[in-house]
């Protein structure tokens, strides 16, 4: 593994007025590793992975990628993006388009691919993530998890060398969420750097590298996986554990 971290986070602080959400938050990923962050709600953490490829512009410290500052005015953004990608919640697929041209469009806007390579990547994709027959489908006309499946195949369209996942499951019914989770368990496998916000802790179990435990906007643990899970160091995600597993 390179020693470089691949994402460098420096006392990072934000705040929404007066309302701090970010304090003083330092985290590095190195190439490879999968970074599971969790926490209560309003802990920070959707916030905390958008300012990586710099969807939240952040008051104070510092954010590289790649040795890039994101956040300096002579750092490239949709290069910076192209290079991470990025899975949400809600999975905004454009509606008028099918399955297909969901994954396609980024790559013949950004990369410059012709349509036909575009296509022939695009349905690589879709075929990794399980979903070759809804190729020519309309997101209206597939499940939730099958078009959070769809999001993640556009994420990856771009070759990205990192992926970001803010809570990728939690918009889904109980059995949709395993299909998404086996695709990203996967890409685990492959070795993709992620940086993944879940309350999914049979996922963080079984992949994570490292667990990053947030709350009130501060990162309380950042520990090896299986070391959270055995002892974690404070009564906050003691109780925030307890209350997780038990449901």
């Known amino acids: 593994m390179n020693s ?4 460098s986070l420096d006392h990072v602080s934000k705040s929404y007025g007066a309302n701090p959400v ?8 190195a190439p490879g590793e999968i970074v599971v962050v969790c926490g209560p709600s309003g802990s920070g953490k959707s916030t905390l992975i958008k300012t990586i490829n710099g969807l939240e512009p952040y008051q104070s410290g510092t954010i590289m ?8 005015r002579s750092t490239d953004l949709p290069a910076v993006r ?5 899975v949400f919640q809600s999975f905004e697929l454009y509606p008028h388009m099918t399955a297909l ?8 806007h950004v ?3 012709s349509s036909e390579e575009a296509r022939a990547r695009s349905l690589e994709l879709l075929a990794k993530v399980g979903l070759s027959e809804r190729a020519h489908a309309y997101p209206a006309n597939l499940s939730g998890g099958q078009q959070q499946r769809v999001a993640i195949a556009r994420a990856l369209a771009l070759d990205p060398i990192a992926m970001l996942f803010d809570e990728p499951t939690s918009a889904l019914d109980p059995e949709m969420i395993n299909e998404v989770l086996d695709v990203m368990v996967s890409l685990a496998r492959e070795g993709m750097t992620m940086v993944v916000v879940t309350h999914e802790m049979g996922f963080a179990r079984r992949v994570a590298s490292r667990v990053v435990f ?3 906007g501060r990162i309380v643990e950042d520990r090896p996986s299986a070391q959270f899970f055995e002892a974690p160091d404070t009564e906050r ?11």
């Open 22 to 29: 970010l304090r003083d938050c330092s985290l590095k990923v």
């Open 111 to 113: 990369l410059k691919r």
């Open 101 to 108: 041209k969901n994954v396609m469009l980024a790559q013949t």
């Open 82 to 86: 192209a290079r991470i990608g990025m």
């Open 4 to 7: 470089l971290p691949l994402i």
């Open 214 to 216: 947030m709350d009130e």
């Open 237 to 247: 995600a003691r109780a925030f554990l307890s209350k997780i597993i038990a449901h």
């Open 65 to 72: 990628f790649e040795g890039k500052v994101v956040g300096a």
